[in-house]
């Protein structure tokens, strides 16, 4: 028997202009109807009118809780798109949401993430990508109507009446501007067009120059930007909110040109759009092409969505957006807004108080074990968190509010990481949601060329000020300097932990057997804290060659003793071998220069052999293997793990449920002829 619904039942989150146009799209529609609308003034005149046919439905939550409803369109203004879009999911919904999809491609990340995990829809509202004028725009280009294209112009600017506080595209705490609103509109043409030129779905820019003008409230009144694309296709793109402008799509090609007057609505309206490509040929010839389609414009998307749902998919068939679709555009929009300084202020810390989902930050994760690290007053996650990719907090703190949720309490810092920013950005997170006492900051100073003991408090408070903390909980020295007797640095870390700017145990990173004994020894004989830590490379595969100068890998036989004799705890940078454990690499792929130098041995290649067929025993995959094999060590291992997404940190978390008994380390090691049985 079969349960799927003849239509899919929509609701609408959120009733606006837009929203109305969407219900005159679904009204058209073959495959939904809609039943509901989420308002949070449900009492509001006129939207029984508006709606016909769907129950209003008093808040988003109710909306949500609708056991009637299949699908929702989410239409509010952009802050709101991931929050609703990830509680949507989380509640089994199918979600198209209007664009921007999200703020950034961060969250339209997170928002993916939610979907993927829930098994429902996500789709991005750029229904001008559904209309039949875009495929056949796409089919000129690859016919090569117009020969190799070499420039694509496209704007999409308005003006409003004036400056207008009170009104969302203006409002900066409703992420108002051009570049959000209608800049996708030329972007996501741009990078379709680029991509039909280059036989692909899409293509992403490799350079991105962008320019604007902040008005009164911050938000970009008119702005432009310069896409590059690999091959040498240049992309202008513009857009206004206080700037009427020519709103023509033109391709630029060796043998003519392509006009399409406003793309987005197919030279229409809300309604309907007829659908204009004007076709310029380099003798002079004009030709206009119609698809001459009546149906309500927002239908088209509507039956898009509905046909992917209906047919269990969870994203949009091209030429819809589909996921990495969005993601490249909102990478454009952030390259874009990054060039001319444009971070709203509900991006910052001081509003944006709650976790991507909404939520207020829950502190009783225990995805991620803790254990007792010697000098440390708390216990330690068994993985350690770097995020060095991140550049504002609004993007940073997704994955640090998901690596603590799940339990993670242990955080990678440096003095020279991102310039200072992946402190700062810690120091922000830390106070924000006010979890430092819960949370064990790491912190690194005197890397070289400053790599001297003078160094290590100037450094340190510096790391203090950005980190807006009193101390850090484990301290490293960056790099060693043989030059200098271990005995001064010791004496510098020491009087740090002494005046309680660090309260857990230092020691070094990149740092060799023979100082790190000799340190201790000193330490012994001088009555001073001894080093208590390292931070060395280890892994399964061991480093051949240091990947940066001044690196030490502590993979070796004779290293494992060390640490385990000792009992050192050795926080492990570059775990899971850099991308060796993964497709990336293999005996006949050549082609990235530093994995071949660094990890490339038959020795290497045959842990990795063994790491396969054991993934391939336990239904995981290799880094999996390599990941478990750090944590299973005899000696305190805590491997520093640097996902970007929350898609790869939930992939990390995987290899908590392998459990490596000692046949099992020996064997992937290569030390035992036979796999041990499990």
Not at 583 to 600: I, P
Not at 626 to 652: H, K, N, W
């Amino acid at each position: 028997m079969n349960s799927r619904p003849e239509k899919l039942r929509w609701g609408i989150l959120g009733p606006g202009g837009i929203a109305k146009s969407f219900a005159g799209g679904v009204a058209q529609s073959r495959t939904g109807t809609l039943v509901a609308l989420g308002a949070r003034n449900p009492g509001k005149s006129g939207l029984t009118e508006s709606f016909p046919g769907a129950r209003i439905l008093d808040g988003y939550e109710a909306l949500l809780k609708d056991p009637d409803v299949d699908a929702i369109y989410i239409s509010i203004p952009h802050p709101g798109h991931a929050e609703w879009a990830i509680k949507a999911a989380e509640a089994g919904k199918h979600v198209l949401c209007e664009k921007p999809i999200a703020l950034t491609a961060f969250e339209a990340d997170a928002m993916i993430h939610a979907a993927r995990k829930a098994g429902t829809f996500l789709g991005e509202a750029f229904m001008y990508r559904l209309h039949p004028q875009t495929l056949k725009l796409v089919e000129l280009v690859r016919s090569g109507a117009i020969g190799e294209i070499r420039m694509i112009k496209s704007s999409f600017g308005f003006a409003m009446p004036g400056f207008m506080p009170e009104h969302r595209l203006f409002a900066n705490d409703l992420a108002g501007g051009g570049i959000l609103d209608v800049g996708g509109y030329p972007v996501s043409m741009a990078r379709l067009i680029a991509g039909a030129a280059a036989g692909m779905p899409f293509a992403e820019p490799d350079r991105v120059v962008g320019a604007a003008h902040l008005g009164q409230s911050g938000v970009d009144e008119w702005a432009s930007a310069l896409l590059h694309f690999p091959g040498g296709i240049v992309a202008e793109v513009s857009c206004s909110i206080s700037l009427d402008q020519e709103n023509v799509l033109r391709i630029l090609g060796t043998k003519g040109n392509i006009a399409v007057p406003d793309f987005w609505f197919a030279g229409g309206d809300r309604d309907v759009g007829l659908g204009r490509i004007d076709l310029i040929r380099s003798d002079g010839t004009r030709e206009t092409i119609s698809v001459n389609e009546t149906r309500h414009l927002y239908s088209f998307e509507v039956d898009a969505a509905g046909e992917a749902i209906l047919a269990g998919r969870r994203e949009f068939a091209w030429p819809g957006m589909g996921w990495d679709d969005s993601l490249g555009t909102l990478r454009v929009l952030d390259r874009w807004r990054a060039a001319v300084g444009l971070e709203y202020e509900i991006e910052k810390p001081a509003k944006r108080l709650n976790t991507i989902s909404g939520r207020r930050l829950r502190t009783d994760g225990a995805t991620i074990p803790k254990r007792q690290i010697p000098g440390l007053p708390r216990p330690a996650s068994c993985l350690a968190l770097g995020f060095e990719d991140f550049r504002t907090f609004s993007s940073g703190s997704i994955l640090l509010d998901a690596f603590f949720e799940a339990g993670g309490n242990l955080f990678d810092t440096g003095y020279v990481y991102g310039a200072g920013y992946t402190e700062a950005l810690l120091g922000q997170w830390l106070r924000n949601r006010g979890v430092r006492e819960q949370s064990i900051v790491i912190a690194k100073g005197a890397h070289s060329p400053l790599c001297y003991p003078d160094v290590i408090a100037k450094q340190l408070g510096q790391s203090l000020d950005r980190l807006q903390t009193d101390h850090v909980d484990i301290y490293f020295m960056h790099r060693d300097n043989p030059d200098v007797p271990v005995g001064e640095f010791v004496d510098a870390m020491d009087q740090e932990a002494r005046a309680g700017r660090i309260r857990g145990p230092f020691g070094g990173s990149n740092w060799t057997m023979a100082r790190m004994d000799e340190a201790i020894a000193y330490a012994e004989r001088a009555g001073k804290q001894k080093p208590g830590v390292l931070s060395n490379n280890f892994s399964l595969a061991e480093m051949l060659e240091p990947i940066w100068a001044g690196c030490v890998t502590a993979s070796s036989d004779d290293w494992k003793a060390w640490l385990t004799t000792r009992q050192m705890p050795n926080f492990a940078w570059s775990s899971q071998g850099r991308g060796f454990f993964t497709e990336r690499a293999g005996r006949d792929r050549l082609d990235n220069e530093e994995l071949v130098r660094v990890w490339y041995s038959e020795k290497n290649f045959g842990r990795r052999d063994r790491a396969i067929e054991l993934a391939d025993r336990l239904g995981k995959a290799p880094i999996h293997v390599a990941l478990a094999y750090v944590l299973a060590q005899p000696f305190p291992s805590t491997p520093l793990i640097g996902p970007r997404t929350l898609g790869e940190l939930d992939d990390s978390l995987q290899a908590l449920d392998i459990a490596l008994s000692p046949d099992d380390l020996a064997w992937l090691d290569g030390g035992s002829d036979l796999p041990p049985a499990r």
